[in-house]
């Protein structure tokens, strides 16, 4: 079965830019949840979402938000773009929340 | 978040079984204890997780303490593939809290 897809794989943007990124789901997934992952911070959550609500946030600041559509895939926004934002940004998904998490190759961000 | 430690780094022979501990002392009851991997410059791989029996897939087997307080990832006989940075991760099921919180993880070096 075709697994999270994220895309795109990679992607340069310039300081003060937004970017968009977009992960598919593994299909009845209705829960996908977003990660940012450095070599200093390790994998911190982002946010979480289900049937197009966002049930949960991590201790990030504004400019980054996110939304789930209803075929449950999801997009993640980052305005403003600062140099510290250059990251690899991962999605996961999962059917059921006692369940195990499937996750994406991710998205390898650099700012520049 | 209820946390998880783990040891930094770990070594074992091609073959040989490997047991990668895992505390988590202030684990709440409806956390369950899940366990991924991750390779260089790909995301996590679920491995295995469970909520108070020992659970066993064809990966790996999961002990868990009868007090809940740490747990064990038994890898039956580690391959080279098995060599990467493994992850103890409590998911808060409780309430609306939604997450994976990682650490640090354990890289388990796996020697021919």
């Known amino acids: 079965k075709a697994g999270v897809t994220q895309t795109p794989r990679y992607l340069i943007k310039t300081r003060g830019q937004q970017v968009t990124l977009s992960c598919s789901p593994i299909s009845g997934h209705r829960s996908v949840s977003w990660y940012q992952q450095t070599p200093g911070q390790g994998l911190q959550f982002l946010f979480e979402y289900f049937s197009e609500t966002q049930r949960n946030k991590g201790n990030f600041p504004g400019r980054f938000s996110g939304r789930q559509f209803s075929n449950s895939r999801s997009e993640m926004n980052v305005s403003t773009l600062e140099l510290g934002d250059s990251a690899l940004y991962l999605c996961a998904s999962t059917k059921t929340r006692t369940g195990g998490y499937t996750f994406g190759s991710g998205t390898r961000l650099t700012v520049v | ?112």
């Not at chain 2, 899940?34 to 897939?57: A, F, K």
């Open chain 2, 1 to 112: 978040d209820a946390k998880t430690t783990q040891p930094n780094s770990m070594e074992s022979n091609e073959e040989e079984p490997v047991h990668l501990p895992c505390n988590h002392s202030t684990i709440s009851g409806t956390d369950y204890i899940h366990w991924y991997r991750q390779l260089p410059s790909q995301g996590p791989e679920y491995v295995i997780h469970g909520l108070t029996s020992n659970v066993n897939n064809r990966m790996a087997s999961l002990a868990i303490a009868e007090d809940r307080k740490s747990s064990t990832l038994i890898l039956h006989r580690a391959t080279l593939r098995d060599a990467a940075v493994y992850y103890c991760i409590l998911s808060a099921t409780g309430g609306s809290n939604y997450k994976l919180t990682f650490g640090k993880g354990t890289l388990l070096t796996v020697n021919p």
